[in-house]
C-alpha cells in the first residue's frame, strides 16, 4: 500500500518507462477507461475514495500491461502525440491526487466533527477570547456557563457576564496576566446570578499565538467550582467540627484523665497512710501483746513490788537518792552486791517517775544467752538468722516511753556496748536484720555488782559507756553493813510467806534474830529471803525456827580492802560448801541457787567469778 502521493508517483514511474509507441497507445485506454460506465466518473461516486483510487489503479496498470507489447510494436509515433500522451497520463495522476486529497479531507472533517462534537460536549466550559476578551468561540458547556445559546455568545466580551465590579476588574487583570505572562494562568471569578446565588468560576486561561499575529487567541476553561468550593466548605467546618468535637473530648478526656490520677494518687495515698496506720496499729498490738506477756512474766516470776524494807542510815540513804533522782529523766546505775536489791530500788525509782504509767522492762544480762542479747535488746526481724522465723520486738521498743533496768551491766558483751551507748546517747537503733532506725524515749537503770570501773581497768567494759552510766550512782550497802534492818526484813519476809504458805508464825527469839545479824550474808537480802521462807515452811509453831545452820564464829566484815578479799576468800567457801551439800546441783527445789537465795544464773557467774568448777 502506500499514499495515494505514492501511488501517483509509481505510476508515473511505470508510465516513465514505457516505450513511447506504447503509452501513445496506453492513454486512450485509460482515457477508455474513465470514460466507461462504473468507471472513474460513475462507478466512483458511490464507492469510498480509498476504494475507488485503488481500483482505478489497478484497472488502469492492467490496460497499460495489456497495450504495453501493441505499444512496443509500434515505436513510431511524432513528438505531439507522446506529449498529449503524457499530458493525459498526467492529468489521470491529477484526478488521482485530487481524489487522495478529497479522502484526506473528508478524514480531516470526520475527525473535526468528532474533537468538536467533544468540545462541544465537554463537561468544562472552554471559550477562545481575543486579545481584549471577546468571545470567539464557546462549547456547549460554555454557554450554558453564561446562561445563553452559543449563537449569542459569539463576539461578547466575556466581562459583560460578570456583574460584579471588582470581579469584572479580576478577570480584566486575569487576561492582562495571561498576555503577559507565560503559561497557564489561573483566576477566581465570583458571581452572583439571577436567582441571588452566587457561584465560583475557576478560570485557566493560556494564549496561544503571538498578540496581533493572526490566529492569536487566548483559550480559557472555566469550570463551576461552586460545589466543590461548597463541599471544600462543608469539608472544612466538618472537618472544624470535628477538631471542635475533638479538642472538647480531648479536654474532656485531659479532664477525666486528671481528676483519675487524682483519684489514684488519693486512693494510694490513702492506701499509703493506710497501711502506716495499719502497720502502727501492728505495731502497737505487737507491743501491747509483748508488754502484756512481759507483764504476766513480771506477775508470774513473783517480784516484789512492794516498799523496800528498811530503816538503817544506809539504806536510808539509799531512799534518799532514789527521791532525788526518780523525778528526773537521769540515767541511774545502781551498784552493790548481788541480792542487796538493786531490782527492787530500780522498781522504786520507776515508781516514783513520770514513766510510772509505762511498764519498767528488765533486762538480765547473765540470763540470756550471749547471742540472744542483741536480739533480746534491739528485736529482729524475721529471717534475721538461723531460727529467726518471726519478728520480734526488743526490750528497748517494749520500753518506749518508760523504763528500761539493765541488770548485770558489767556481763554486757564488749560487742554490744558499742550498741548501747548508742542507744543511751541517741534513743537509736537497728533491729537485727533491718536497716530501718528505730528511735526510742527510754529512761535506763543499769546495775551491776561488779567493779564496774575495775572492769573498765581490766578493757571489759567500755569506759564511756561506764561513764554513760555513771550518770547518778546509787550503791546499795550490803546486808552485813545494815544488820539493824534484818529483824524488820525477817517481820516483812515471814508475813509474806505467811500469806503465801497459809502459816501463822508470829515471832521470832531474840537468839535466833542475833544468829541472823551475826551472819555475813553473802547473798544479801535474797538469801535472808529465802532462808526465812524455808524456816516459815519448817516451823511448827507460833516461833520461826530457823533451819540453816550458819557458821556464827566467823568474824564479821567489814568494807575494807583485806576484809574484801576474806569476803571472796568467804564466798568462796560458803557457795563450795552448799555444792557440795547438794552434789553439784544448782538449779531446782533442792538446788544450790535455792539455798544460796541466787539466781541459778547468778550462780553460775559467781563460780566464774571465783573459779568454782566441779572436779
Ligand atoms: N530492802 C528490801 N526490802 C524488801 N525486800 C528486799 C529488799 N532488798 C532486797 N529485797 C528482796 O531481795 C531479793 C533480791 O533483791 P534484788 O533482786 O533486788 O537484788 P539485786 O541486788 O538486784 O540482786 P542481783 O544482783 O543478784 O540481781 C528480792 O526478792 C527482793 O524483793
Redesign the pocket.
Known amino acids: 500500500m502506500g499514499s495515494p502521493r505514492q501511488k501517483s508517483r509509481a505510476f508515473r514511474r511505470s508510465s516513465n518507462g514505457t516505450p513511447k509507441g506504447n503509452r501513445k497507445q496506453a492513454v486512450p485506454a485509460l482515457r477508455q477507461f474513465f470514460a466507461q460506465p462504473g468507471g472513474r466518473s460513475v462507478g466512483n461516486k458511490d464507492k469510498s475514495p480509498a476504494t475507488a483510487a485503488g481500483e482505478l489503479r489497478q484497472q488502469a496498470e492492467k490496460k497499460l500491461r495489456a497495450t504495453a507489447e501493441d505499444l512496443q510494436a509500434s515505436r513510431a509515433g511524432d513528438r505531439s502525440q507522446r506529449l498529449s500522451h503524457e499530458l493525459e497520463v498526467h492529468q489521470i495522476e491529477l484526478e488521482m491526487q485530487n481524489l487522495a486529497l478529497r479522502q484526506a479531507q473528508q478524514e480531516l472533517e470526520l475527525s473535526l466533527a468528532k474533537y468538536a462534537e467533544l468540545f462541544d460536549f465537554a463537561p468544562v466550559g472552554y471559550f477562545a477570547f481575543d486579545a481584549s476578551g471577546v468571545i470567539r468561540e464557546v462549547n456547549l458547556a460554555g454557554a450554558r456557563l453564561l446562561g445563553i445559546n452559543r449563537s449569542e455568545a459569539a463576539a461578547t466580551p466575556f466581562a459583560s457576564y460578570i456583574a460584579d465590579p471588582g470581579e469584572r476588574a479580576r478577570f480584566t487583570r486575569h487576561l492582562a496576566d495571561v498576555l503577559h505572562e507565560p503559561g497557564v494562568q489561573r483566576c477566581e471569578i465570583r458571581l452572583t446570578g439571577t436567582d441571588g446565588k452566587v457561584v465560583h468560576w475557576q478560570l485557566q486561561s493560556v494564549a496561544v499565538g503571538a498578540p496581533g499575529k493572526k490566529g492569536f487567541h487566548v483559550f480559557c476553561s472555566v469550570v463551576d467550582g461552586t460545589l466543590a468550593r461548597e463541599l471544600k466548605a462543608q469539608l472544612q467546618k466538618a472537618h472544624d467540627n470535628l477538631e471542635c468535637v475533638v479538642g472538647e473530648r480531648t479536654e474532656e478526656l485531659t479532664r477525666a484523665n486528671a481528676q483519675l490520677t487524682r483519684e489514684i494518687d488519693e486512693r494510694k495515698r490513702a492506701e499509703e497512710s493506710l497501711k502506716n496506720a495499719l502497720a502502727e496499729i501492728k505495731g502497737l498490738k505487737d507491743r501491747l501483746l509483748a508488754e502484756n506477756i512481759y507483764l504476766r512474766q513480771e506477775a508470774a516470776g513473783?517480784?516484789?513490788f512492794?516498799?523496800?524494807?528498811?530503816q538503817s542510815k544506809a539504806?536510808t540513804h539509799v531512799f534518799t537518792q532514789v527521791k532525788q533522782v526518780a523525778p528526773m529523766d537521769a540515767t541511774v546505775l545502781?551498784l552493790?552486791?548481788?541480792?542487796?536489791?538493786?531490782?527492787?530500788?530500780?522498781?522504786a525509782i520507776h515508781s516514783n517517775s513520770s514513766r510510772k504509767d509505762r511498764p519498767m522492762i528488765t533486762v538480765?544480762c547473765t540470763a540470756l544467752p550471749g547471742n540472744l542479747i542483741e536480739s533480746e535488746l534491739f528485736g529482729r526481724e524475721k529471717g534475721a538468722f538461723t531460727g529467726a522465723n518471726a519478728q520480734q520486738i526488743g526490750r528497748f521498743e517494749l520500753a518506749h516511753r518508760g523504763t528500761i533496768f539493765l541488770?548485770?551491766i558489767g556481763e554486757m558483751p564488749l560487742e554490744l556496748q558499742c550498741k548501747l551507748l548508742r542507744v543511751i546517747q541517741d534513743g537509736e537503733f537497728e533491729r537485727l536484720g533491718s536497716p530501718r532506725t528505730v528511735k526510742v524515749d527510754v529512761r535506763i537503770i543499769a546495775?551491776?555488782?561488779k567493779n564496774l570501773e575495775e572492769e573498765v581497768r581490766n578493757h571489759r567494759f567500755r569506759e564511756d559507756l561506764f561513764y554513760r552510766l555513771n550518770v547518778f550512782p546509787i550503791t546499795?550497802p550490803p546486808?552485813r553493813q545494815r544488820t539493824e534492818?534484818i529483824p524488820?526484813?525477817v517481820e516483812?519476809?515471814i508475813a509474806k510467806f505467811n500469806k503465801k504458805n497459809g502459816k501463822k508464825i508470829q515471832s521470832v527469839s531474840r537468839e535466833t534474830l542475833k544468829a541472823l545479824q551475826q551472819y555475813q550474808w553473802p547473798?544479801?537480802?535474797?538469801e535472808?529471803?529465802s532462808v526465812v521462807e524455808r524456816a516459815v515452811i519448817t516451823t511448827q509453831g507460833p516461833s520461826l525456827q530457823i533451819v540453816d545452820r550458819f557458821d556464827l564464829d566467823r568474824p564479821a566484815m567489814s568494807t575494807t580492802e583485806p576484809q574484801t578479799k576474806a569476803l571472796a576468800e568467804l564466798e568462796y567457801d560458803h557457795i563450795l560448801g552448799v555444792l557440795l551439800k547438794t552434789g553439784w546441783r544448782i538449779e531446782g527445789k533442792n538446788g544450790a541457787a535455792g539455798l544460796l537465795?541466787?539466781?541459778p544464773s547468778?550462780l553460775r557467774a559467781r563460780m566464774r567469778k571465783c573459779g568454782i568448777q566441779r572436779k
Open positions: 513473783e517480784y516484789n512492794g516498799e523496800i524494807v528498811g539504806i545502781l552493790g552486791e548481788t541480792g542487796t536489791g538493786k531490782g527492787v530500788v530500780a522498781r538480765n541488770d548485770e546495775a551491776s555488782n546499795i546486808l534492818d524488820r526484813l516483812h519476809f547473798g544479801n537480802v535474797r535472808l529471803e537465795g541466787l539466781n547468778t
